[in-house]
T-cell receptor, first 111, second 112 residues
Framework: EDKVVQSPLSLVVHEGDTVTLNCSYE??????LLWYKQEKKAPTFLFML????IEKKSGRLSSILDKKELSSILNITATQTGDSAIYLC???????????FGQGTRLTINP | EPEVTQTPSHQVTQMGQEVILRCVPI?????FYWYRQILGQKVEFLVS????????KSEIFDDQFSVERPDGSNFTLKIRSTKLEDSAMYFC??????????FGSGTRLTVV
């Protein structure tokens, strides 16, 4: 069974800190890994990563896939209170249309 | 920016009743999905829909559930004879490729 595990489950830091969120996966045929930010309701798309290993960046957020370690990290630098959310990692297997989600990391940024 | 719209945002229903959750996907998208998230648990895949038929479904998506695209714009999830354990946030998503999801803001279903 395909599986995605995120760590830590919860993280509390101060504004301005840098955080690293982890995601590891076991999937029969890997196609891509996606990161989402979930604030109040809908998950909003952040990044999609493939086996190419190319780092993706958007402002203070960046993410990279380690295909050897079957994992990915999401980095957020100079955190702001608006970064407080649940960050979801999901894997899309090859030939499938369904995303397999991890349990999420709840990030809280204190002023 | 185009959005996926879901209605209602919150629905309370009695156990055993039928509910229909509605979604308006992004207009040029061809792939449609339903996911659910029970409080405190992972987001779980229910079903994907393409070319007017189900393309993939999970074990959760049993005979109690059905999906329909009744017209060119709406995509619905029907739950017949709701159970307490159906209480969850239900997310609709759409994409123009098999993997470029945009999620709606969800319908919180409470079965009492």
């Amino acid at each position: 069974e395909d599986k995605v595990v995120q760590s830590p489950l919860s993280l509390v830091v101060h504004e301005g800190d840098t955080v690293t969120l982890n995601c590891s996966y076991e999937v029969t045929n890997f196609r891509s890994l996606l990161w989402y930010k979930q604030e109040k309701k809908a998950p909003t798309f952040l990044f999609m990563l493939t086996s190419s290993g190319i780092e993706k960046k958007s402002g203070r957020l960046s993410s990279i896939l380690d295909k050897k370690e079957l994992s990915s990290i999401l980095n957020i630098t100079a955190t702001q209170t608006g970064d407080s959310a649940i960050y979801l990692c999901a894997v899309l297997p090859q030939g499938a249309q369904k995303l397999v989600f991890g349990q999420g990391t709840r990030l809280t940024i204190n002023p | 920016e185009p959005e996926v719209t879901q209605t209602p945002s919150h629905q309370v229903t009695q156990m055993g009743q039928e509910v229909i959750l509605r979604c308006v996907p992004i207009s040029n998208h061809l792939y449609f999905y339903w996911y659910r998230q029970i409080l405190g648990q992972k987001v779980e895949f229910l079903v994907s829909f393409y070319n007017n038929e189900i393309s993939e479904k999970s074990e959760i998506f049993d005979d109690q559930f059905s999906v329909e695209r009744p017209d060119g714009s709406n995509f619905t999830l029907k739950i017949r004879s709701t159970k307490l354990e159906d209480s969850a946030m239900y997310f609709c998503a759409s994409s123009d490729t098999p993997y470029g999801y945009t999620f709606g803001s969800g319908t919180r279903l409470t079965v009492v």
